[in-house]
């Protein structure tokens, strides 16, 4: 059965600076199923972080609505776990109380909120590192904890702002295949920015291609490629060379 998460209904967003107005978004519609991965994907300034934001309730749009389950959004929520292309952990907190930042800190919950950030840790193979503080952490690790944190928050979908574009492309891989895995499990509907190709055609059941000045939706591609999904197939390729082709339009 089709459930509708996130429903962005003609939405318009500008930025006044000191000299100009930029409009940012145009006449952006979109509908997201629960339990749907997503990748914004373009080129630089088109809007996917503004439209991420937007979703996020962190921006509110000139024109439009977003809603989530029938509600229009108007500020940040729990719901919603943003994950930033820089980290954003608390320097001074290690990796549990990272975590568990924000949950409840008393009693049986916070007994079941350990044994929840335990296990995802575990699931992301860092379990040994749980007192440790970010600067010990690799970036990989980093956004690995990120992750974990918006799961043991129980967001229901996850907002990912090039999470990954900061890492080595040999773990950068490891962790696509970590949030592939994460995401079954979860059946969380994830919104996933990106500007890198490859990305986006490993990841994604639908690829959202836009085009920018003023950013608007240029093409809603639905990726059917099987999962898992093979770098080196022929078919992965296709799908590449058909994203770029549309891209360059
Ligand atoms: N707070 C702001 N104030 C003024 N202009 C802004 C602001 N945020 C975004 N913009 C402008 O809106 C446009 C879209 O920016 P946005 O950051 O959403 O693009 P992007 O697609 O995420 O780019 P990138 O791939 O480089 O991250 C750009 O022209 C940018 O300069
Ligand atoms: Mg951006």
């Known amino acids: 059965m089709r459930v509708l998460s996130i429903e962005i ?11 100009k107005e930029i409009t940012a978004l145009s006449n952006i ?6 339990g749907d991965f997503i990748c914004i994907l373009g080129p630089s300034g088109c809007g996917k972080t503004t439209l991420l934001r937007l979703v996020g309730g ?6 439009g609505e977003i809603y989530e389950d029938g509600s229009i959004i108007t500020g940040p929520s729990r719901e919603r776990g943003f994950i930033f292309q820089q980290y954003s952990l608390f320097p001074w907190l290690n990796v549990l109380d990272n975590v568990m930042f924000g949950l409840e800190i008393g009693g049986s919950a916070k007994e079941k909120n350990i044994y ?26 980093k956004q690995r904890v990120a992750i974990v944190r918006s799961l043991v928050n129980k967001s229901k979908r996850l907002l990912m702002d090039e999470p990954f574009s900061a890492i080595d492309m040999q773990n950068r891989h490891k962790l696509q295949e970590e949030l592939i895995r994460i995401w079954k499990k979860s059946n969380n509907t994830i919104l996933f920015v990106t500007h ?8 994604a059941d639908h690829i959202i291609l836009m085009g920018k000045n003023p950013g608007y939706i240029k093409k809603i591609y639905k990726n059917t490629l099987e999962r898992p999904r ?6 992965f390729l296709k799908v590449q060379e058909k994203i770029i082709e549309i891209l360059d339009e």
């Open 9 to 19: 209904k003609n939405i318009y967003k500008s930025f006044k600076t000191h000299d």
């Open 29 to 34: 519609n979109l509908n997201i199923e629960t």
């Open 58 to 63: 962190l921006e509110i749009p000139d024109k």
């Open 116 to 141: 929840r950030a335990k296990t995802y840790l575990k699931a992301v193979g860092l379990e040994d590192t749980e007192n440790l503080y970010p600067h010990e952490l690799s970036g990989g690790m």
């Open 196 to 203: 890198d190709v490859d990305e986006a055609v490993f990841l």
């Open 230 to 235: 093979k770098r080196e197939s022929e078919e």
